[in-house]
């Protein structure tokens, strides 16, 4: 496989589930995102990870855990979310943590019930 | 004031014309811009990107950046439907990454 590669593509969960994202990237980079996209919004930043490290957190609620066991995996854990959680999220990679030039998966598509 | 702006539209041109996609930043000091395509119900992809004063070209389309006016554009020469997608511009500042909410642009048959 190439590129970033995440699953599932698609998840329904309600509000008392437990889920988790999964995100591989076979590039090389050194950095993995996650963005989170909601319609008519720009997309939002929620953690970044250069080199396993997260160097980013931008004031994500505690429910969403995010975690990078190596430099080519990166999973968002999902609890006890909101209806309004319900978006695309998105994980891309980059050579370095600064999220320039950034390659994307396709996505998980999520609701929360 | 947001980071990156843009027109959401829709733009609507078509097909053969010139389509001309806008964005403006508020951040002086942000050294490289690019611009993403990304199709309904797919993820954004990286199509251009650039770094100085001027233009850049790559096939039919032409970045062109202009710091002292914080505006950075996207030409889309002869614009073909299969262009129709939402374009987002990025802007990299000194120790951050932005994206604007992206224009949908309309290529008519």
């Known amino acids: 496989e190439t590129g970033v590669t995440q699953t599932p593509r698609h998840l329904v969960m309600g509000m008392t589930n437990k889920k988790s994202l999964k995100c591989e990237q076979h590039?090389?980079?050194?950095?993995m995102y996650w963005y989170k996209q909601s319609a008519k919004k720009p997309l939002e930043l929620m953690f970044v990870y250069s080199l396993e490290e997260r160097v980013e957190n931008n004031s994500v609620p505690s429910r969403f855990s995010p975690e990078c066991p190596n430099s080519s995996h990166l999973f968002l854990h999902l609890h006890t979310l909101q209806p309004e959680d319900s978006a695309l999220y998105l994980c891309?990679?980059?050579?370095?943590?600064?999220?320039?030039?950034?390659?994307f998966g396709q996505g998980t598509r999520l609701t929360v019930v | 004031q947001k980071e990156v702006e843009q027109n959401s539209g829709p733009l609507s041109v078509p097909e053969g014309a010139i389509a001309s996609l806008n964005c403006t930043y508020s951040d002086r000091v942000s050294q490289s811009f690019f611009w993403y395509r990304q199709y309904s119900g797919k993820s954004p992809e990286l199509i251009m990107s650039i770094y100085s004063n001027g233009d850049k070209e790559d096939g039919r389309f032409t970045a062109q950046l202009n710091k002292a006016s914080q505006y950075v554009s996207l030409l889309i020469r002869d614009s073909q439907p299969s262009d129709s997608a939402t374009y987002l511009c990025?802007?990299?500042?000194?120790?951050?990454?932005?994206f604007g909410s992206g224009t949908k642009l309309n290529v008519k048959p």
């Open positions: 990025a802007v990299k500042g000194f120790n951050k990454f932005y």
């Open positions: 590039l090389g980079h050194n950095a």
């Open positions: 891309a990679s980059s050579q370095d943590g600064q999220g320039a030039e950034a390659f």
